[in-house]
């Protein structure tokens, strides 16, 4: 036996130990994600009821308006007639739900086993369970096939992710196919000082203890995997609609509240389209195509590099 061979078995069993230091914390964090919305979920569940009819036509429409950040949504994907799209943390399948009266066929994924229990419901209270594939588990662990997904819609998914931001970007754009469509939603904090002036609010929220808003190294992270990522900026003093609105909810409130909305979001879109002003937006929609490699060796092995020509 060589003199080196305890110091390698050493080293291999240290390099065992900070794995396994690493994993920890990963599953602490499911375990809180989990049990925070499990309680969510016991509490919306007299909630699974059909789909708004004002809401599903409100996202069904025509012409759908640039202004409202998931209208947007909508207007960028087109029709989803036949797509096969990934929903990234469902939830309770409201909008699995709704993707999948459009005409997607959805597969939903949760980190909370009960609220992947309401959104089955959901499903089958609006007759769309033929459409809808559920899954309850964290994404870092889900065992999802290359290169299935026309579309990934993730609705403020990955602020609830960002110590793992780099491995779930890696399989999402992996899960989609080469000309699929990303389609994310998130908040972020693109200026400091108005982060910290929101802090002085007394806004009352429900926030898991492991979430926050995006910066912008974490927004070019996002665009490594997703090179031609777009980015539309809202919720500038779009922030007040949650006080108009009644329950957030645009479609039941009066014609007078929906007018103050309306107002307002357009004078949103109108300053955030300009260069100084969008950093100062408190969410935004991001959207793009896959930088797609190869299919990635078994674990283990290196993953080819994703480097992207800046010019």
């Given at each position: 036996?060589?003199?080196?061979?305890?110091?390698?078995?050493?080293?291999?069993?240290?390099?065992?130990?900070?794995?396994?230091?690493?994993?920890?914390?990963?599953?602490?964090?499911?375990?809180?994600?989990?049990?925070?919305?499990?309680?969510?979920?016991?509490?919306?569940?007299?909630?699974?009821?059909?789909?708004?009819?004002?809401?599903?036509?409100?996202?069904?429409?025509?012409?759908?308006?640039?202004?409202?950040n998931k209208e947007f949504r909508f207007r960028v994907m087109g029709d989803l007639g036949g797509k096969s799209l990934l929903d990234v943390?469902?939830?309770?399948?409201?909008?699995?739900?709704?993707?999948?009266?459009?005409?997607?066929?959805?597969?939903?994924?949760?980190?909370?086993?009960?609220?992947?229990?309401?959104?089955?419901?959901?499903?089958?209270?609006?007759?769309?369970?033929?459409?809808?594939?559920?899954?309850?588990?964290?994404?870092?662990?889900?065992?999802?096939?290359?290169?299935?997904?026309?579309?990934?819609?993730?609705?403020?998914?990955?602020?609830?992710v960002l110590d793992d931001l780099e491995l779930v970007l890696d399989r999402l754009t992996r899960w989609v196919k080469p000309e699929g469509l990303l389609v994310f939603a998130e908040p972020v904090n693109l200026f400091h000082p108005?982060?910290?002036?929101?802090?002085?609010?007394?806004?009352?929220?429900?926030?898991?203890?492991?979430?926050?808003?995006?910066?912008?190294?974490?927004?070019?992270?996002?665009?490594?995997?997703?090179?031609?990522?777009?980015?539309?900026?809202?919720?500038?003093?779009?922030?007040?609609?949650?006080?108009?609105?009644?329950?957030?909810?645009?479609?039941?409130?009066?014609?007078?509240?929906?007018?103050?909305?309306?107002?307002?979001?357009?004078?949103?879109?109108?300053?955030?389209?300009?260069?100084?002003?969008?950093?100062?937006?408190?969410?935004?929609?991001?959207?793009?195509?896959?930088?797609?490699?190869?299919?990635?060796?078994?674990?283990?092995?290196?993953?080819?590099?994703?480097?992207?020509?800046?010019?």
């Open positions: 036996m060589s003199r080196s061979e305890p110091f390698s078995n050493r080293e291999a069993a240290m390099s065992t130990d900070s794995a396994v230091q690493a994993v920890k914390p990963r599953e602490e964090r499911w375990r809180r994600e989990a049990s925070f919305f499990d309680g969510w979920a016991q509490r919306s569940s007299d909630d699974a009821l059909p789909i708004d009819p004002l809401a599903f036509r409100r996202y069904t429409r025509p012409v759908l308006r640039r202004r409202f943390g469902c939830g309770d399948g409201l909008n699995a739900v709704m993707l999948a009266k459009m005409g997607a066929n959805v597969t939903g994924i949760d980190v909370s086993p009960k609220a992947i229990e309401l959104a089955r419901r959901r499903g089958e209270v609006n007759g769309v369970s033929d459409r809808l594939s559920l899954i309850a588990a964290p994404l870092e662990t889900a065992d999802l096939p290359p290169d299935t997904f026309d579309l990934v819609w993730a609705d403020g998914i990955l602020h609830h108005l982060r910290q002036l929101r802090f002085m609010i007394p806004v009352e929220t429900e926030a898991t203890p492991d979430e926050r808003p995006l910066v912008r190294s974490e927004v070019e992270l996002i665009r490594r995997y997703v090179p031609d990522l777009r980015v539309r900026h809202y919720s500038l003093f779009g922030r007040l609609d949650q006080f108009i609105l009644i329950k957030f909810n645009y479609e039941r409130s009066s014609p007078l509240r929906r007018a103050i909305v309306n107002g307002i979001d357009f004078l949103d879109y109108g300053l955030l389209s300009l260069p100084g002003v969008k950093r100062l937006g408190g969410s935004c929609v991001m959207y793009g195509h896959p930088a797609k490699a190869s299919v990635p060796p078994p674990d283990g092995r290196k993953r080819p590099d994703r480097t992207v020509s800046q010019s």
